[in-house]
């Protein structure tokens, strides 16, 4: 349910008022203004459908569908404003909003404090997770499925490269199939958050075939029966289905270390995925938020936009797999666009 109030909407008409004034636009931005009755040639911010312009927006595969939704609906309601989205992982979306090529990245980590000291200026719009998976023809699968898998395993397969073989990580020596582990060739958000979750510290800590782009990472995971790898939970998880997506199984991960799988471990719905997360019950990290980053303080059309990602644009993340702001999250976001 969408959860944008009558302050909400005050606070980011009060923002453009205060930013219309001397309101520079970035490179391939129109920003209108009109003549009001403030004052003897001070102008005033023109009504949004005024709107009008492009958008480049690079960064995230996690965020990048979520991206596509949003910009078609803002388009219908501002048709003037025109995007231009490209995926290609958030350290893309970084080296692109610094470089001045795209107005908007999408950042599916933290911000590192050197890319704030190069003038990266970002807000969290959403939170995603990303989840184990494994190929449906796993030979361990059942087993997989009944007991999950913990911490410290993890980090024997990404990390340290002590499990070998699917018998290490089921606790049966006699079964000796070679665990064929992935991760990302491009730099992924992902992979930062899988990192650090499995016991490493950066993306480049993870061992692993590296696959370029996290479709072709699920799709390497789904044909393969001995892969292990990671994805997001909008890849996890069929969107239109709200089922796991063919081929592939979230594994549990054993939070507390019981053996078991418990129910509010094992996810085979995206409902279920989006509910865990939510409410904190998923770990984090391989949960965090996804962010929006812009070089600078967002002005012109790309802070109207990011605003209402921040505020209406909230209505559009579940259906899409996402994770809504809570209202005391929207409201900082909000704040650090005023």
Same mark, same amino acid.
């Given at each position: 349910m969408h959860r944008t109030s009558w302050i909400?909407?005050?606070?980011?008409?009060?923002m453009f008022?205060?930013? !219309?004034?001397? &309101? #520079?636009?970035?490179?391939? +931005?129109?920003?209108?203004?009109? %003549?009001?009755? !403030?004052? !003897?040639? +001070?102008p005033t911010a023109a009504p949004l459908d005024a709107l009008s312009g492009t958008l480049a927006i690079s960064g995230a595969f996690a965020l990048y569908p979520m991206m596509t939704v949003w910009a078609e609906e803002y388009q219908k309601l501002h048709p003037n404003v025109e995007f231009d989205v490209q995926g290609g992982g958030?350290?893309?979306g970084m080296t692109d909003v610094l470089a001045g090529a795209v107005d908007i990245g999408m950042i599916s980590r933290a911000i590192k404090p050197e890319e704030e000291a190069q003038g990266a200026y970002w807000v969290a719009v959403t939170k995603d997770a990303v989840f184990p998976i494994i #190929?449906?023809? @796993?030979?361990?699968?059942? $087993?997989?499925?009944? @007991?999950?898998?913990?911490?410290?395993?993890f980090n024997k397969i990404f990390i340290t490269g002590e499990y070998k073989t699917w018998g290490d990580v089921v606790g049966k020596p006699e079964i000796t199939d070679e665990i064929h582990v992935?991760?990302?060739? %491009?730099?992924?958000? !992902? /992979? $930062? &958050?899988?990192?650090?979750?499995?016991?490493?510290?950066?993306? %480049?800590?993870?061992?692993?075939?590296?696959? @370029?782009? +996290?479709p072709a990472l699920v799709d390497t995971v789904a044909k393969d029966p001995l892969a292990i790898g990671f994805a997001n939970l909008g890849s996890t998880f069929d969107l239109t289905t709200g089922a796991l997506v063919d081929g592939v199984i979230a594994v549990p991960i054993d939070a507390n270390e019981n053996g078991s799988a418990d129910a509010n471990e094992y996810y085979k719905t995206k409902d +279920?995925?989006?509910?865990?997360?939510? #409410?904190?019950?998923?770990? #984090?990290?391989? /949960?965090?938020? $996804? @962010?929006?980053?812009?070089?600078?303080?967002?002005?012109?059309?790309?802070?109207a936009f990011i605003s209402w990602i921040v505020t209406d644009g909230q209505q559009f993340l579940e259906p899409s797999g996402f994770v809504e702001l809570t209202a005391e999250q929207q409201a900082q976001s909000l704040a650090k666009l005023k």
């Open positions: 909400t909407r005050i606070l980011i008409a009060t008022a205060l930013t !219309a004034c001397g &309101m #520079s636009a970035p490179a391939g +931005e129109a920003t209108k203004v009109i %003549d009001g009755a !403030a004052g !003897a040639g +001070e958030a350290g893309k #190929s449906a023809s @796993n030979p361990v699968a059942a $087993e997989i499925t009944a @007991n999950g898998i913990t911490q410290v395993t992935f991760t990302r060739s %491009d730099a992924s958000g !992902a /992979a $930062e &958050m899988w990192s650090k979750f499995a016991g490493g510290k950066v993306q %480049d800590d993870l061992k692993g075939v590296a696959v @370029n782009g +996290e +279920e995925a989006l509910t865990a997360v939510a #409410s904190g019950a998923y770990p #984090s990290p391989p /949960a965090r938020f $996804e @962010n929006l980053a812009t070089k600078g303080k967002p002005t012109g059309l790309a802070l």
